[in-house]
């Protein structure tokens, strides 16, 4: 086995064709138990995103000084935090935050990622090693310590965030299209259809999208739990999402202080990111599954 | 070998330039520039022009990426603007820690990992290797200040526990060291431990179904050497791969539980560093780190032609 | 002549969608002592799953459904198919060796063939010493034809020819001097000069140890080259079963008869493997052109009712569809499951 092989292996979801199969992903992942309990979740998540302003029964900056530090009951769900702020409100407009910049993020680097790797399967040479010789760079750095560093140099707010996240979140993209369009590339019916005037653009558009969907549907999957793991750890940090925008990370780290007399503000922000990135690393690794079954053992 | 090892190494030298050319120019977006972060608000005209020409900032950029680089190869990471002290041995004395914690981890992940995958790889689709699939798949997706912060407050309701507030070095005393170390590395290595686990299980299931395992058995070979001498040996490669790559990525890991715990490591120095706007130590570090991932990468590769013969690097 | 190994019975099933199906289906064999058993059909007809059964080396989801094989070993009979792991361990290359299909697969890659050959000693003899193992090995690599033994023993398997891993392959299942060797499909991967000069090998060793074979093949020209009782395989059955010059000779089973018309021998000719060439004539006018049997092995548990081979044979009747033929005796010695031989119908 190659080393590249090996990397194929060990970086989820590369190097997979699309199946021709009748019945569509969405069913198969249905049908496996545990990626439906992934779908659920992530469905459930994003119900949760979306109808922030009917479910939340407070804002999300509201504070009720009377009631700081309540325990968790009818008037507040999850209690109330150290200002006496609705925890229950501010974890359903968390998940807003948490999504917003997951998506985004991974919107970014799959943008910029398949661009990058059309432009370095197609053109080899010196514009595929400069390429993917940047994407190495990238990789060189551990991934949180990049974004914190990106998010250092252009100031902590939302929007950097995501612009750390995503760059972090590139070389991926780039490794799974690059890897796509050459195997494209190398197969005889290609190298046919362009032999008799098959255009780049139809290679791209007609062969090398479709091929490269299956692994970018797994990819990203697996690359939003991710992101949304780095912003909750960023914003823990205190450098990810500011006040007062709420952010499950932010939240568990200011409650560490309370830790000891209200458990409520640390326990709900930490069992809602393990059940978020729980939810789409199921659901990603049942995609998998039925989209790439040579990974399947 | 030696020659393959020495080609490696030259061929560091690009990646090596990059990294800095990148770290650098992430330097040059800091809004304003550095000065501010030294001066504060009571910077004035001629203050800022004192300390632009001491940093050497009134100068071109490339002038300037080469008067660090400069340095830099001589072992002058700079000085700190806050403490004013030498950046590199700090790194060099917080990266002991920062190693002596990743190692830990990964021995922790290690342990737990590798006889629960090969468990879970024998006992395909039984009982027990559906529970160690979720459970491994709980360990991957668990991020590591979640799970501390909520053993943390478990371990403080349950046996009233305090995170250490003072950190005791390993030469100091190795015993309240260890006690220091054994939670942070319990923790990230059950972290690493999900991934190492599924990746032991999917390649022992590969190596299983290959053709000379059978003819292995068919010598009459005892399982106990069929699936440690051979399945193991062969299946190992990934399984190297992903923890050179988690050792490397622990290396940035290790901030959260770092900070979580008061361990003055690496991790910890370059997270004062940043929200203190303390550049040269923020840039000394993410150089240095992004130096030893590389190194790391390049040690599986040596490796990997001990492991595997029929890998050559010709 | 001893029997050596009697199969009886033998049914394979494995799971598949939630059900299960058969792979083999009551086969009947006997192996007798210093004979070489040709078994011999197209893929998926269950030829290697029955070798991989007397071995207990059936694949996950496979498992022997019912059926013995009892097996004479140096310490008495033995029931191989429910034998504890520990001593169908004891049996596998001490007494029962086996050779694949893929050398260039079968050995371990990532150590010596020297390291390999000695596990085949030392599994088995805890007490032998470095220096004799050496010697052994080196001694079979010699005897199976190896050009430079003692570098092949220092080399690595990726180093190492297809044939010449054959080679060490053979040697290596040799070296306990073993009762029974196995051999599945030894030839198919090696080039066709290869092929026959691992067969002559084989013959040699069989000649000068008293090993019984099994051969496996779906290549009548191997079976041609080395075996003495044969037994044709079609979906899971036996549906020939006769001395080789017999069944060469007196050909019974409509399926059998493709396969040998479909052969080319080694030479590259079309076989005809000493048999009468007036009717194949007939049936094929143009010699050159390669025969091929229509259609394809239906897989396991697909089988249709009555003649499984009804669907691809030219002569099927009406009634091939309605029953099972069993296998009969249509000659002493010669077994065949046709109702153009047989009348008789296989109680189910």
Known sequence: MSKQAILRRALPGAGAALPRQSESAFILVWRDPLGRAGLCGVALIALMAICAPVIARYGVAEMHPKAKLTAPGLTFFFGSDNFGRDVFSRIVYGARVSLIVGIVSVGIAAGLGYLLGILAGFFEGKCESIIMMAMDIIFAFPSILLALFIVSALGPNIINTMIAIGIVNVPVFTRTVRASVKSVKSMDYIKNAISIGLTPRGVLLRHVTPNVLAPFTVQATLALSGAILTEASMSFLGLGIQPPQPSWGSMLSDARKYMEIAPWLVIFPALFIILTILSFNVLGDSLRDVLDPKLKL | MRDYILRRLLMLIPILLGISVCVFTIMQLVPGNVVNGILGIEQTPELRAIWEKKLGLDQPPLIQYFRWMGNVLRGDFGESFRTGAQVFPEIISRFTITAELALLSCLTSLIIAIPLGIVSALKRNRPVDKVVRVAALMGVSMPSFASATLIILFLSKAFGYFTPVKYVSLIQNPGTNLEIMILPALILGTTMAGSVMRMTRSSILEVMRQDFIKAVRAKGAPERITIFRHALKNGCIPIITLVGMQMGGLLGGTVVIEQIFSIPGLGQYVLTGISQRDYPVVQGCVLFIAFIYVIINLFVDIIYTYVDPRIQYA | ?348
């Open chain 3, 1 to 348: 002549m001893d029997h050596l190994l009697d199969i009886c019975g033998l049914r394979i099933e494995t799971r598949r969608g939630g059900g299960k199906a058969m792979l083999l289906d009551k086969v009947d064999l006997s192996v007798k002592k210093g004979q070489s058993f040709g078994i011999v059909g197209e893929s998926g007809c269950g030829k290697s799953i029955t070798a991989n059964a007397l071995m207990q080396l059936l694949p996950y989801p496979l498992r022997v459904s019912d059926g013995t094989a009892r097996y004479q070993s140096l310490n008495g009979e033995k029931e191989l198919l429910s034998l504890p792991a520990e001593e169908i361990r004891g049996l596998r290359g001490r007494e029962i060796a086996m050779i694949f299909q893929e050398p260039m697969t079968s050995l371990d890659p990532i150590f010596t063939v020297e390291y390999q050959m000695f596990e085949a000693l030392s599994f088995h003899n805890k007490r032998i010493g470095k220096r004799e193992m050496h010697e052994r090995a080196l001694e079979m690599l010699r005897s199976v034809k190896i050009p430079r033994p003692e570098q092949t023993l220092r080399s690595y398997p990726h180093l190492i020819s297809g044939g010449q891993l054959q080679r060490v392959m053979i040697a290596m299942a040799m070296l306990n001097n073993p009762r029974l060797l196995i051999a599945d499909e030894p030839t198919t991967a090696l080039d066709v000069t290869i092929q026959a000069q691992i067969l002559e090998l084989m013959n040699g060793l069989k000649a000068a140890n008293g090993t019984s074979i099994i051969m496996i093949t779906h290549d009548l020209g191997v079976i041609a080259e080395t075996c003495e009782e044969v037994a044709v395989f079609y979906a899971g059955q036996v549906v020939e079963q006769a001395p080789a010059a017999e069944l060469f000779h007196n050909t019974a089973h409509p399926y059998t008869e493709g396969l040998l018309r479909a052969v080319t021998s080694l030479d590259g000719d079309r076989a005809d493997m000493g048999r009468s060439t007036s009717q194949s004539e007939a049936e094929a006018p143009h010699q050159n052109e390669l025969y091929t049997i229509p259609g394809m092995v239906p897989p396991g548990g697909e089988w249709s009712s009555g003649c499984r081979f009804r669907d691809r044979c030219d002569r099927a009747a009406p009634r091939c569809a309605e029953a099972l033929p069993a296998l009969c005796e249509i000659a002493p010695g010669h077994l065949c499951r046709c109702f153009r031989t047989g009348e008789e119908v296989e109680a189910r």
